[in-house]
């Protein structure tokens, strides 16, 4: 919402400062987004008197003027063709910087010196130029300054106004705020030239008449008041220049006095109205009902709009003429020919607005007003004072005005506790300040055991509940004078969501690896069947939510490339969707997943060459610590080129293993992993006692047969090594057709937990190993 | 034996100048498992006489603390860059290994809910799928009314969106628990924003309610205060204005003295001084009343906040894009 700091100043009676007027407004809760300062550069400028004009001796197309400034009279060069003896205009005397950085010197121009410069409405800034420079039309002294003399100074101010608070949409609910926070009278000023005998418009309940025009409300539910008046033989034209300049201080532009008045006082009592040119309604009636089947409006934007039978349409005896609270026809569109003119004044019901201006996809000011709600109880007001202007700027006069308004709704009371506004608030709030604060912004207060009664003005739709008038009492008071004391509490009831704490485990192991955490954007192309579909993506390569870490992870190593890092360690931990199995809520599982390419250290100077690459025994290794931390209690197997991990009933629930990328020449492999984070119980530890007795060491090099995996060998010498094998672990592998294919070297840790063992126990039982493996497995040693 | 303890100790006096392969044969020739000739003599002790066993014993197995002693240090020699040992130059890079970063919003929401626990408060997570009702009704927020249009929504259908804030939280926590209630709730919401150099469609938010009963305003304020302070530092200037979200009244917006200017004026700030921080309030009754709280007895506060804006302001990063880059120049900033 943008304000003219002259309108706010108006009705305050006080000159007013852009930036406290900003801080004030932002303590009451509309906080300010910009603030401009208009035409504050045209301080040096004045009105100047030009005396005489003659022809300049050297050149034909320039004048050489004789100006007086007020305090002597100077000779300067004037090109534009519009300069007249007699006249005022703008004048910029020597010394005097223009918009822009112009700096005016006394020049000779065709030999004749020139001081200073008569301005075009272009060179101040103000617009394009018509006629060459800006005569004015004022009873202001040669001397006086241009912006004393001309209502252009002035400050825009825009504020950000939240969806509660449809009053501050307009000067006056600004103005109300400001008076209460300066404790100033609100008062809104006459306009210059208005009648002042402008009657209050007649009630009726379902219909009624102004000036004999029939105005008949069919659809009360979508529009509870419509006022109309009607104001004959006024003289469409260009508005006065207050009028003009109020209008660009806010950003809107002139356009008629018709036009411009009916905007003025939107923007000043957020209160929308519509002229009608009344020779165009036929009736001339004004019928409020809903849109019937097959009827169509072109609107003022010149779309031909198709209502359907929920939106309420202002129509004249036979045919729409206006889309209730949205927008005007273009069949009864004031033109300058338009000598007669039915005004509306209307409250529209928000929902409806909401749905109409939704389903016809336009909003304008008169929309966005009535969808928050506007005043209900103030349009006989706004009514009068619009009739006033419109009168004021375009001649004619009221000859009918007629209020229909079926079921009269009174101001809601809202009871406040005064204990209670203590209670929420923390701080005692006395009765008096409580009242003060209230009637200073238009409620009306009245005591009511032990309790106020409030009446809520029409302007505030908000406040509908006790809380709602602590609000205000807290704002009025000012959230900042409220003080900042820690107080007794009790912890929450709340347990910590265990997920936590796996996540931070997993985040400690891979940071502890040196892979960074990364976070990929979840909306993607389709990957999967089991995607879930966004109803209304922004892009079709948006339009699914992911079902895996690893297209994200991809694109990122793939990005890396791009960028030339050749060395990538990511992963990370996210929700991942399918579709719900039953239902509505799409299926979330929490994932970790991880990528890692390039160099498994940093380079060295001690190492020379190529430094080592990751490969696929570097992701099984974090694959399988990930899926000891997170991963179900799972079981890492083979799975083709890579692993898979199973959980206790044989659920797929992870998979590592090189990964496809599309990957530049230079790149390394990449290696990859993915799996559910499966929160379990917490794991405790417990300390195993130390041993005190010495290990045996034993290796086994044994020759297997194709087929034959390592943990098949492993779990044999488990299994006949108990309870004195300690661990077994493979740590060489030899391939040659010499050994007979593969060989693989193991080494076994025996110990007792009570006693040294001797030499003969320990080979007992790595021969008791060395033939069940030949049973089992056909493994032999290896005679080296 | 004697003498053979003397011969090898001579024979082991060679390690000293043994290069590398020559250093090698002496190791095997010395203590090899198999034929090492220390080895053997260690075996030869049990044929011995109880009293040669305990003198030559322990002479042989000195030697052989000796010898491995000198292997080892004549080997470290020998691997040192020069050779001699004589001019190692200290100033060559040491030995580093890769390390991992977080990522910065997870520091940046860990600390937040770090702070936030010394206020009493646990951690939680919720849905990021949700319904109308979570995400909507039960937080007071009317679809027909204006203040809905603050959140352009993405559906998955059947009535299920995805979270626009992770308000819902408030209404699940508040429906499964019986106050005291404080919890900080993390978590992604999503909003059909276009992607811009401050926003995204998805996005981190974190959300925090308390709950119990005589919560006030200005418990509020102290805790927002208290976790601005911790977060930021201790004399960063808070401002609490009001505003208007549907299930919080009173309403604030929170704003923090600008971290760049420190209040004078900054393109950050826009030349306010103050930088917008998180929405916040009292919890509405009404939103009580819909999580089948009684609303005469409890009251509490909620707030909201982007932790990625604020990490945008705690490192200086200019651009919410790079937070999904995967960029490892990026992340790697911030070890």
Redesign the interface.
């Known amino acids: 919402m943008n304000l003219s700091l002259n309108w706010l100043s108006s009705m305050l009676n006080r000159s007013l400062d852009a930036r406290e007027v900003g801080d004030l407004l932002a303590r009451a809760g509309a906080p300010v987004e910009a603030e401009e300062a208009l035409h504050q550069d045209l301080g040096d400028v004045i009105v100047a008197l030009v005396e005489k004009v003659d022809k300049h001796p050297n050149a034909d197309r320039l004048s050489l003027c004789q100006v007086n400034d007020g305090s002597s009279v100077v000779e300067v060069v004037c090109g534009a063709p519009n300069v007249t003896a007699g006249k005022k205009y703008p004048y910029a005397r020597v010394g005097t910087t223009l918009p822009g950085g112009l700096k005016l010197e006394s020049r000779k121009i065709r030999g004749v010196l020139s001081n200073g410069m008569l301005c075009s409405a272009k060179e101040l800034g103000l617009g394009v130029d018509h006629d060459g420079i800006l005569e004015l039309n004022t009873d202001a002294a040669p001397g006086t300054r241009f912006l004393d003399a001309m209502p252009l100074a002035d400050h825009r101010i825009t504020i950000e106004v939240t969806a509660n608070r449809p009053d501050l949409l307009g000067h006056k609910g600004v103005a109300r705020e400001l008076a209460a926070a300066y404790g100033v009278p609100l008062r809104l000023p006459p306009f210059p030239g208005a009648p002042t005998d402008v009657r209050e418009a007649t009630r009726a309940k379902g219909a009624g008449a102004a000036d004999g025009v029939e105005v008949r409300i069919e659809d009360a539910e979508g529009c509870p008041r419509y006022l109309a008046a009607v104001i004959r033989g006024v003289k469409v034209g260009p508005s006065p220049d207050w009028l003009q300049a109020r209008l660009r201080a806010i950003g809107a532009r002139p356009i008629n006095n018709v036009v411009d008045a009916t905007n003025y006082i939107l923007f000043e009592l957020n209160q929308p109205l519509h002229a009608f040119d009344l020779a165009r309604l036929k009736g001339p009636a004004i019928v409020v009902r809903r849109a019937k089947p097959g009827e169509r409006i072109t609107t003022l934007d010149g779309v031909v709009r198709v209502p359907d039978g929920e939106m309420t349409m202002i129509c004249d005896a036979t045919t729409p003429v206006a889309v209730a609270g949205v927008m005007g026809g273009q069949n009864s569109e004031v033109s300058s020919d338009t000598t007669d003119i039915l005004l509306e004044c209307a409250y529209f019901e928000p929902r409806r607005i909401r749905r109409t201006r939704k389903a016809l996809k336009t909003s304008t000011e008169a929309s966005y007003r009535f969808e928050r709600g506007i005043d209900l109880q103030s349009a006989p007001a706004a009514l009068r004072r619009a009739v006033e202007l419109l009168v004021a700027v375009a001649g004619g006069t009221v000859t009918g005005s007629v209020d229909v308004y079926p079921s009269p709704v009174h101001e809601p009371t809202v009871f406040l506790r005064t204990d209670r506004v203590a209670h929420l608030l923390g701080v005692a709030v006395p009765v008096g300040d409580i009242e003060r604060h209230l009637v200073s912004v238009g409620f009306a207060v009245a005591p009511k055991d032990h309790r106020l009664a409030v009446q809520v003005p029409g302007w505030r739709p908000d406040v509908t509940g006790e809380v709602d008038l602590i609000e205000e009492v807290a704002r009025l008071r000012g959230y900042d004078n409220f003080p900042v004391e820690i107080r007794a509490f009790r912890p929450s009831t709340v347990p910590d969501d265990p997920g936590e704490r796996v996540k931070d485990a997993v985040r400690r192991l891979l940071t502890g690896r040196g892979l960074h955490e990364t976070r990929s954007f979840p909306l993607g192309a389709q990957g999967s069947p089991e995607a879930v579909e966004l109803e209304n993506p922004m892009s079709a390569e948006e339009a699914y939510l992911r079902t895996d870490l690893s297209p994200g992870l991809v694109r990122a190593l793939e990005h890396n490339w791009a960028v030339r890092e050749r060395d990538v360690r990511l992963f990370e931990l996210g929700i991942v969707f399918r579709k719900p199995n039953a239902g509505k809520r799409p299926v979330e599982t929490l994932r970790l997943g991880a990528v890692v390419s390039g160099a498994r250290t940093p380079s060295h100077w001690t190492v020379s060459g190529k430094a080592l690459q990751y490969d696929r025994w570097d992701v099984k290794a974090l694959f399988e610590e990930a899926a000891a931390l997170a991963g179900a209690f799972g079981r890492v197997v083979e799975d083709g080129d890579g692993w898979k991990l199973e959980d206790a009933s044989g659920r797929v629930c992870g998979w590592a293993g090189e990964l496809t990328a599309d990957r530049p020449a230079w790149a390394a492999s990449a290696f990859g992993f993915e799996l559910d984070v499966h929160v379990g119980q917490r794991r405790v530890v417990v300390f195993a006692p130390l041993p005190g007795t010495p290990p045996v060491e034993r290796d086994l090099a044994l020759v297997l047969k194709p087929g034959v995996r390592a943990d098949q060998v492993e779990a044999v010498m488990r299994r006949v090594g108990a309870p004195l094998l300690e661990t077994c672990r493979a740590f060489d592998e030899y391939r040659s057709e010499q050994v007979g294919g593969r060989s693989v070297a193991w080494r076994l840790v025996f110990r007792a937990g009570d006693r040294t063992l001797r030499d003969e126990e320990v080979d007992a039982v790595v021969k008791k190993i060395v033939g069940t493996l030949k049973e089992e497995l056909d493994a032999r040693l290896r005679e080296s | 034996m004697r003498d053979k303890l003397n011969d090898l100790a001579s024979a082991a006096a060679e390690i000293a100048t043994a290069d590398a392969s020559r250093l090698a044969e002496l190791k095997v020739s010395l203590l090899g498992r198999k034929a090492g000739k220390l080895t053997e003599l260690l075996r030869e002790l049990p044929t011995l006489s109880h009293e040669e066993r305990r003198t030559l014993g322990a002479q042989a197995n000195e030697l052989k603390k000796k010898i491995e002693a000198d292997i080892d240090e004549r080997e470290r020699t020998l691997a040192t860059?020069s050779g001699a040992g004589a001019d190692v130059d200290g100033s060559?890079?040491g030995?580093?290994?890769?390390?991992?970063?977080?990522?910065p919003?997870?520091l940046v929401v860990d600390e937040i809910c770090e702070i936030f626990r010394e206020?009493?408060?646990?951690?939680?997570?919720g849905?990021?799928?949700?319904?109308e009702e979570y995400n909507f009704t039960k937080l007071n927020i009317s679809l027909?009314?204006?203040?809905a249009?603050?959140q352009d929504t993405?559906?998955?259908?059947?009535?299920?969106l995805?979270r626009t804030h992770t308000s819902p939280m408030q209404a699940r926590?508040m429906e499964t628990?019986?106050?005291?209630?404080?919890?900080v709730v993390p978590g992604?919401v999503y909003r059909?924003d276009?992607f811009d150099p401050s926003h995204s469609?998805?996005f981190e938010q974190l959300e925090g309610l308390?709950v119990?009963e005589?919560?006030?305003?200005?418990?509020f304020?102290?805790?927002i205060?208290?976790f601005v302070k911790r977060f930021f530092t201790r004399d960063t200037v808070?401002?609490?204005?009001?505003?208007?979200f549907p299930f919080v009244?009173?309403?604030?917006?929170v704003q923090v003295q600008c971290v760049m200017c420190r209040g004078s004026g900054c393109s950050t700030c826009k030349q306010?001084g103050f930088l917008e921080i998180m929405g916040a309030g009292?919890v509405?009754?009404?939103v009580f009343t819909r999580c089948g709280l009684d609303a005469e007895r409890y009251?509490g506060y909620a707030f909201g906040m982007g932790p990625q804006r604020i990490a945008m302001l705690r490192y200086r990063i200019p651009d919410i894009r790079l937070?999904?880059?995967?960029?490892?120049?990026f992340?790697?900033q911030f070890t």
């Open positions: 860059p060559m890079p030995r580093q290994a890769w390390r991992g970063a977080l990522h919003v997870t206020l009493g408060f646990s951690r939680v997570t849905p990021e799928a949700e319904t027909d009314h204006p203040a249009d603050a993405f559906y998955v259908g059947q009535g299920t995805l926590v628990n019986k106050p005291p209630i404080r919890v992604q059909r276009a469609p998805v308390a119990d005589g919560l006030s305003f200005v418990d304020k102290a805790a205060d208290y808070v401002r609490f204005e009001p505003s208007f009244e009173p309403g604030a917006q306010s009292m509405h009754p009404e009251t937070f999904f880059e995967g960029d490892m120049r992340l790697g």
